[in-house]
């Protein structure tokens, strides 16, 4: 759960790539994905421009909810259409198994789509924060190598690692997460030089439901997965370390930021709740020696991700899924 409108992470010394943030709203907007990929927070941090380039993005914005709209809305006419149709079938002589599972999957499709246009149509305020997923895009601080200045920047929530094509990510689907014993292998291009954080207020993760419980499985007893949701104690905004990477624009597609969440070993409490890795926050303090990373020490950086706040995660079972929006 992270911190989507980007006016928190300017209280941080960052200032606005407004250029980034509208070449990513066109994008999305073109890809169909806007409300997929883009949290609602993010979405609507525009929605009172400051200055003219905000404005821009603002209008951007509404364009891409327009865009939406209007698929969703083709969605519904499409799947009513089909629903009748079925419907008509199976009050006549002959009712068929095709004619009962069409209407079954356009009533679903409804209700899909309908839920999504009461979203696009919500005029509320958000808090800021907002839900990611790995594709997601969100607001990362970092330090521009050329200005020295702090700099916020939207980012994709999965990095591209150099070298590696859109085929390599879909083989290996996991560079989400950066481990911290793999900083000096598998990260060592972007360790010590390209270093971000996200501002977060809490963490989720899927785990065994025997392993929350701190049991072995039964018998005969299938492993489900269930949702936790970790926060700390006492509660407060987590600087979670990210290393990112700008891919080029080529033939396949425009330039874009992408980056990873640096993970660790669990503190005792995330194990006990049945996870085996844990988020790398780092200490308010340690922000400028972060962002402005010497690849000639790095034990420096080792000593900065190794030392996180004193926090307790404290966690719970997910019960509803009002925070995915």
């Known amino acids: 759960m992270i911190y989507a409108d980007f006016r928190k992470y300017e209280h941080h010394g960052g200032k606005l790539d407004i250029k980034a943030f509208v070449k990513m709203f066109w994008e999305r907007k073109k890809s169909g994905d806007w409300v997929k990929k883009v949290p609602k927070a993010m979405r609507d941090s525009f929605a009172d421009p400051r200055t003219p380039d905000e404005a821009e993005a603002n209008a951007v914005a509404i364009e891409a909810y327009r865009s939406a709209a ?3 809305e083709k969605e519904v006419a499409e799947q009513t259409e089909r629903k009748v149709k079925a419907e008509t079938v199976l ?12 209407v079954r ?18 005029q509320s305020k958000t808090d800021g924060y907002g839900r990611i997923w790995p594709g997601s895009y969100c607001p990362v601080l970092m330090r521009d190598h050329a200005t020295g200045e702090r700099m916020i920047v939207p980012m994709r929530y999965r990095c591209r690692l150099p070298g590696w094509s859109a085929q390599d990510e879909v083989e290996k689907p996991g560079t989400y997460n950066a481990r911290r014993d793999k900083l000096s292998t598998v990260w060592k291009k972007l360790f010590g030089y390209n270093h971000g954080v996200v501002i977060a207020s809490k963490f989720y993760e899927s785990v065994s439901l025997h392993r929350l419980h701190q049991r072995e499985l039964a018998p005969g007893e299938r492993d489900i997965a269930v949702e936790i949701r970790f926060e700390a104690e006492p509660k407060q905004d987590l600087f979670l370390a ?3 990477r700008y891919v080029e624009d080529t033939d396949d597609g425009p330039g874009f930021y992408s980056f990873a969440i640096i993970t660790r070993d669990p503190p005792p409490e995330v194990l006990a709740a049945g996870h085996d890795r844990c988020v790398v926050a780092i200490k308010p303090e340690n922000l400028d020696a972060w962002l402005a990373p010497d690849p000639h020490h790095l034990n420096a950086m080792f000593e900065i991700i190794d ?15 009002a925070e995915a929006v």
């Open 105 to 122: 999957v356009a009533t679903n499709k409804i209700a899909a789509a309908e839920a999504k246009l009461r979203e696009l149509n919500d």
């Open 91 to 102: 009050a006549g002589a002959k009712p068929t198994k095709k004619a009962a599972n069409d």
């Open 242 to 244: 990210c290393l990112w």
């Open 307 to 321: 030392t996180p706040p004193d926090v307790y995660y404290q966690h719970e079972l997910v019960s509803d899924k």
């Open 70 to 72: 209007l698929v969703y």
